[in-house]
């Protein structure tokens, strides 16, 4: 009898350590899903017409709070229209020798992206990524813009990010 209760002793600790350890594993990945790898703030910097197109500049100021570098490896811009259709397109980050990258008429879907800026954010540190759409139709203008990033860091963990929403007038 007594080999058999500490069985069940054994069996019982592991069992609570093991439910520890997924509540941990559950809560830990919650804060990345959270922005606690990094801080996205998306800024309006500009909404004009020019030439029948509808311009608008964003800043995304990007806020690392991990002890890594992380290298942005997608962007994905979330477009709303004033007739409530919403628009997304995943946009590749190609990094240069630099740490930089620039897209140059990518679209996504009618919409023409221009941009550039820092594509890896070093531990504790902020970059900034400059980024203009061209909307082509003024009959349905652009009514507010978020961007999901994706991060990879060099141990090729991915990490998943979102910017606030800004509302157009």
């Known amino acids: 009898m007594r080999k058999a209760e500490i069985n069940i002793l054994i069996t019982l600790v592991l069992v609570i350590v093991a439910i520890a350890l997924a509540i941990g594993f559950f809560i830990y990945g919650q804060k990345f899903i959270k922005g606690d790898v990094v801080d ?45 259709t919403v628009n997304q397109g995943d ?36 970059a900034n990524i400059l980024i203009t759409f061209r909307h082509l139709d003024i009959n349905n203008p652009v009514q507010s813009i978020s961007i999901r990033l994706t991060f990879e860091d060099d141990k090729g963990h991915t990490y998943t990010v979102t910017t606030n929403s800004i509302e157009l007038e």
């Open 91 to 126: 946009l590749t980050v190609t990094l240069d020798s630099e740490g930089t990258f620039s897209f140059n008429g990518d679209r996504v879907g009618s919409d023409v992206v221009y941009g550039r800026g820092v594509g890896q954010i070093e531990a504790g540190k902020t």
């Open 40 to 84: 996205a703030r998306l800024t309006l910097l500009n909404n004009k017409y020019i030439n029948n197109n509808q311009v608008i500049t964003v800043s995304l100021q990007l806020t690392s709070k991990t002890d890594k570098l992380l290298k942005i490896v997608k962007i994905t811009p979330s477009i709303t229209y004033a007739d409530g």
